[in-house]
């Protein structure tokens, strides 16, 4: 694994992220988009630190996915469908931990998602799975290709 982190970490420097990035009000603006949007669909979503920090750091890169041509993970909690959120709530039901939104793909159109505790999970048109404890074992899981381990795994 640290192999695919250092890979992972290159992939970031590549894309402009640096370890004090920090994109300030641009973060905040995505962030209470994304609750707004949730409370329009009638779920109330929680702001956790675990997302703001990661979309502080990271929001609005976009890293491209190998082997799906101009197909990128785009680092936002911005974009989703109707209904989503109402997964969400089922997904942080089971985890018995809340989720929030931080990226999704344009090749599968699926989520990206971080719990209170920090690890990340996708949210597949299959189902969830689980894509790391951190963002960088998400982001190695992500690049390094291979099946990804059921979500259910985690559930409580």
Do not use: K
Request: aromatic content about 12%; proline content about 3%.
């Amino acid at each position: 694994m640290t192999a695919h982190i250092s890979g992972v970490h290159r992939l970031l420097i590549d894309a402009g992220w640096t370890p004090d990035r920090d994109i300030g009000s641009r973060a905040d603006e995505m962030i209470q988009s994304s609750i707004a949007d949730a409370r329009r669909q009638g779920v109330e979503l929680e702001e956790l630190d675990t997302a703001s920090r990661f979309i502080h750091s990271y929001g609005d890169l976009e890293l491209q996915l190998p082997g799906f041509g101009e197909s990128r993970l785009v680092l936002s909690p911005t974009a989703g469908y109707v209904g989503d959120v109402e997964d969400f709530a089922e997904l942080a039901t089971s985890l018995n931990c809340p989720v929030f939104q931080v990226a999704y793909d344009t090749h599968e159109f699926g989520l990206w998602l971080v719990d209170a505790r920090g690890r990340f999970f996708y949210h597949h048109h299959t189902g969830w799975y689980f894509l790391g404890h951190n963002e960088y074992e998400a982001l190695a899981s992500a690049f390094g290709g291979g099946l990804l381990p059921d979500a259910e795994d985690y559930f409580v």
